[in-house]
């Protein structure tokens, strides 16, 4: 099991940034990426950035000038900074780790979601 804890939400005008925190714990050597998605009002749940084991990054090319991923491995943390934040990006963040590890000489994967924090975007 791997346990997530998120900060660094709020509330913030446009144009201005902010920076998501993930810190996990638990069966931490089973991680192989971290990252975050995001979930607006009304939408699906979609992905902003992953991060892997070897700093391979994944998503959209719309948010990769604006969000940057992070990881500090000694810390077992993600970051997501995201810049000149617009109203759209409006949404709860919810941080994801995929953990993969080989058991009896098979592979076993599972999904952790973090509770989800707000980031807020005025006009």
């Known amino acids: 099991q791997v346990q997530l804890v998120e900060s660094g939400g709020g509330l913030v005008q446009s144009g201005m940034s902010l920076r998501l925190s993930c810190a996990a714990s638990?069966?931490?050597?089973?991680?192989?990426?971290m990252g975050w998605y995001r979930q607006a009002p009304g939408k699906q749940r979609e992905l902003v950035v992953t991060?892997?084991?070897?700093?391979?990054?994944n998503g959209p090319s719309s948010l990769k000038g604006r969000f940057t991923i992070s990881r500090d491995s000694a810390k077992n943390t993600v970051y997501l900074q995201m810049n000149s934040l617009k109203p759209e990006d409006t949404a709860v963040y919810y941080c994801?780790?995929?953990?993969?590890?080989?058991?009896?000489?098979?592979?076993?994967?599972?999904?952790?979601w973090g509770q989800g924090t707000q980031v807020t975007v005025s006009s």
């Open positions: 994801y780790v995929y953990s993969r590890w080989v058991n009896g000489g098979r592979i076993y994967s599972s999904d952790y």
């Open positions: 991060i892997r084991n070897d700093g391979d990054t």
């Open positions: 638990g069966s931490i050597d089973s991680i192989y990426s």
